[in-house]
């Protein structure tokens, strides 16, 4: 130990300096953060405040539409690894086979603590026996759907995923049907901002970068100009512009929600900047790939979407999931320019309150909005670095 500190942070005058001024700074800052979150931070603007923001001004009667949705999305997703888990097992290409219960466990931990978390924290913020219920069925799902996964058949995998694909969508139109997308609100509001984004930037990003790249100037053109146009302007103009500037160019009655604006524009506007990574993955693959395509007698389609396009999205899924990190955090410049209620402006609005206004309680509420977009964020980042391991991302 001593000689890694002389080599990596002693080794001479200034590098002692530096590093002790680093370290002091550190343990100050990590001292007023520990003081902040235990001694000095007033919670109960968070506690007292937490379903507004949770799921903003969604109505009480339909919060078991929420817990519903977290049990059945759980359930699903637990469905899909499992089979994916036994396709893997049987192909022999499970990196944890023959591990035992124990290893097979921390690996989930380390995956998913950051959910685990943020729902530890959520739990214990709550003061209501709800939460505590949903939380064990949601446990009793992800746990029920693994089993099931690994245990169906394999003719039943098809159909199994096809419905899962199918899910979002359904419960999507469960909440709603409990309260208009417009009156959504909080966490619920960003989360599905940035997932219904996501779903619809990633195939507009991949069409228009493979326009770009046609041998028909028209399908180029039109795709160098919807690139070029929304990189080039600023997201929040464009947000107030859907805001405002709609209402003069349809008929009255027939723009549509606030909220559907808002994906759109996240979705044209990230669309464009997925269409430049993706067109970099495939300006990255040698020419010999499409030449060795064609000698077997491919069509220029076939030869896209089954050797090209597959190669150059492994090759981009850092920038991607980078991206799409962005875009998560991005929600809440519908807010400011859009008027909607989302997690940000819940977190500044409840400070305003009567028994909290004026005491300064800004603070307090900016870090637990700040603690939920990390997790989100970090946990989008871990498992895209699990995928790049997986797929061997920056191996040859």
């Given at each position: 130990?001593?000689?890694?500190?002389?080599?990596?942070?002693?080794?001479?005058?200034?590098?002692?300096?530096?590093?002790?001024?680093?370290?002091?700074?550190?343990?100050?800052?990590?001292?007023?953060?520990?003081?902040?979150?235990?001694?000095?931070?007033?919670?109960?603007?968070?506690?007292?405040?937490?379903?507004?923001?949770?799921?903003?001004?969604?109505?009480?009667?339909?919060?078991?539409?929420?817990?519903?949705?977290?049990?059945?999305?759980?359930?699903?997703?637990?469905?899909?690894?499992?089979?994916?888990?036994?396709?893997?097992?049987?192909?022999?290409?499970?990196?944890?086979?023959?591990?035992?219960?124990?290893?097979?466990?921390?690996?989930?931990?380390?995956?998913?603590?950051?959910?685990?978390?943020?729902?530890?924290?959520?739990?214990?913020?709550?003061?209501?026996?709800?939460?505590?219920?949903?939380?064990?069925?949601?446990?009793?799902?992800?746990?029920?759907?693994?089993?099931?996964?690994?245990?169906?058949?394999?003719?039943?995998?098809?159909?199994?995923?096809?419905?899962?694909?199918?899910?979002?969508?359904?419960?999507?139109?469960?909440?709603a049907d409990g309260s208009a997308w417009d009156s959504w609100g909080g966490l619920m509001l960003n989360v599905f901002m940035a997932v219904?984004?996501?779903?619809?930037?990633?195939?507009?990003?991949?069409?228009?970068?493979?326009?770009?790249?046609?041998?028909?100037?028209?399908?180029?053109?039109?795709?160098?100009?919807?690139?070029?146009?929304?990189?080039?302007?600023?997201?929040?103009?464009?947000?107030?512009?859907?805001?405002?500037?709609?209402?003069?160019?349809?008929?009255?009655?027939?723009?549509?929600?606030?909220?559907?604006?808002?994906?759109?524009?996240?979705?044209?506007?990230?669309?464009?900047?997925?269409?430049?990574?993706?067109?970099?993955?495939?300006?990255?693959?040698?020419?010999?790939?499409?030449?060795?395509?064609?000698?077997?007698?491919?069509?220029?389609?076939?030869?896209?979407?089954?050797?090209?396009?597959?190669?150059?999205?492994?090759?981009?899924?850092?920038?991607?999931?980078?991206?799409?990190?962005?875009?998560?955090?991005?929600?809440?410049?519908?807010?400011?320019?859009?008027?909607?209620?989302?997690?940000?402006?819940?977190?500044?609005?409840?400070?305003?309150?009567?028994?909290?206004?004026?005491?300064?309680?800004?603070?307090?509420?900016?870090?637990?909005?700040?603690?939920?977009?990390?997790?989100?964020?970090?946990?989008?980042?871990?498992?895209?670095?699990?995928?790049?391991?997986?797929?061997?991302?920056?191996?040859?």
């Amino acid at each position: 130990m001593t000689r890694w500190l002389r080599r990596n942070l002693f080794r001479g005058p200034v590098d002692a300096v530096v590093s002790a001024t680093g370290v002091a700074l550190a343990l100050y800052v990590l001292y007023r953060a520990v003081r902040f979150v235990a001694v000095t931070g007033r919670w109960d603007v968070v506690r007292l405040n937490l379903k507004l923001l949770l799921v903003g001004r969604y109505p009480d009667t339909h919060l078991p539409r929420v817990a519903v949705s977290l049990v059945v999305g759980t359930g699903v997703a637990a469905l899909v690894a499992g089979i994916v888990h036994r396709r893997q097992r049987d192909a022999g290409t499970f990196a944890l086979a023959g591990a035992g219960t124990g290893r097979r466990m921390v690996d989930v931990f380390e995956r998913l603590w950051p959910v685990l978390l943020g729902a530890g924290l959520l739990l214990g913020l709550s003061g209501s026996p709800g939460p505590w219920v949903t939380a064990a069925g949601v446990a009793g799902a992800a746990v029920t759907g693994r089993l099931l996964g690994v245990a169906v058949p394999r003719k039943l995998h098809a159909p199994l995923v096809a419905g899962a694909i199918a899910t979002p969508f359904l419960l999507i139109w469960y909440l709603a049907d409990g309260s208009a997308w417009d009156s959504w609100g909080g966490l619920m509001l960003n989360v599905f901002m940035a997932v219904a984004a996501i779903l619809m930037c990633f195939p507009l990003g991949v069409f228009a970068a493979l326009g770009r790249q046609s041998q028909l100037p028209l399908i180029s053109a039109t795709s160098t100009a919807y690139i070029e146009l929304f990189r080039g302007a600023p997201l929040f103009v464009l947000l107030l512009m859907a805001n405002v500037a709609l209402g003069f160019f349809v008929p009255a009655g027939t723009a549509p929600g606030r909220v559907v604006r808002a994906i759109v524009v996240f979705s044209l506007f990230t669309g464009a900047y997925v269409a430049e990574i993706v067109r970099g993955g495939l300006q990255s693959l040698p020419q010999g790939q499409t030449e060795a395509g064609r000698a077997l007698g491919l069509s220029a389609t076939r030869i896209t979407f089954l050797i090209v396009l597959p190669q150059a999205l492994r090759n981009v899924i850092p920038a991607q999931v980078g991206q799409f990190i962005s875009l998560f955090k991005d929600t809440t410049l519908a807010g400011a320019a859009m008027g909607l209620f989302e997690l940000l402006q819940v977190g500044q609005a409840v400070t305003r309150q009567g028994p909290f206004a004026g005491q300064g309680l800004l603070p307090e509420s900016l870090a637990f909005v700040g603690l939920l977009f990390w997790l989100g964020s970090y946990t989008m980042s871990r498992e895209s670095q699990r995928i790049e391991a997986k797929l061997g991302v920056g191996t040859r």
